[in-house]
């Protein structure tokens, strides 16, 4: 059972940022695709980042050059640092893991390519 703890979420005014981290337990980063997904209310969840086992990274376009993701393998926890924060970026955000190194580009960044969720941590970017 692969245990995924959120932390790091708050409130922050625009342009401000915010750094999250995932826990995972029982759980081997360097050896798995890992990623943070979102969910505004009202919409579908989408991709934010993610990275696999090659520390390959992918990125939606809406944060392309705001966000970057991390792993620390010696301590198995994911990070996404998110700077120039906007009012856009509020949703609760979730930490994802699956058992496979490498899921092409596609998977890669979509909800359907993960296994396991964290119970995610909210954000929100006032104007």
């Known amino acids: 059972q692969v245990e995924l703890v959120e932390s790091g979420g708050g409130s922050v005014q625009a342009g401000g940022s915010l750094r999250l981290s995932c826990a995972a337990s029982?759980?081997?980063?360097?050896?798995?695709?890992l990623g943070w997904f979102r969910q505004a209310p009202g919409k579908q969840p989408e991709g934010v980042a993610a990275i696999d086992s090659d520390n390959t990274t992918t990125y939606a376009s809406s944060v392309k050059g705001r966000f970057t993701i991390s792993k620390d393998n010696a301590k198995n926890t994911l990070h996404l640092q998110m700077n120039s924060l906007k009012p856009e970026d509020t949703a609760m955000y979730y930490c994802?893991?699956?058992?496979?190194?490498?899921?092409?580009?596609?998977?890669?960044?979509?909800?359907?390519?993960?296994?396991?969720w964290g119970q995610g941590t909210q954000v929100t970017v006032s104007s």
């Open positions: 994802a893991s699956t058992l496979q190194g490498v899921l092409g580009t596609y998977w890669l960044i979509r909800p359907g390519g993960y296994s396991y």
């Open positions: 029982t759980y081997t980063t360097s050896r798995y695709c």
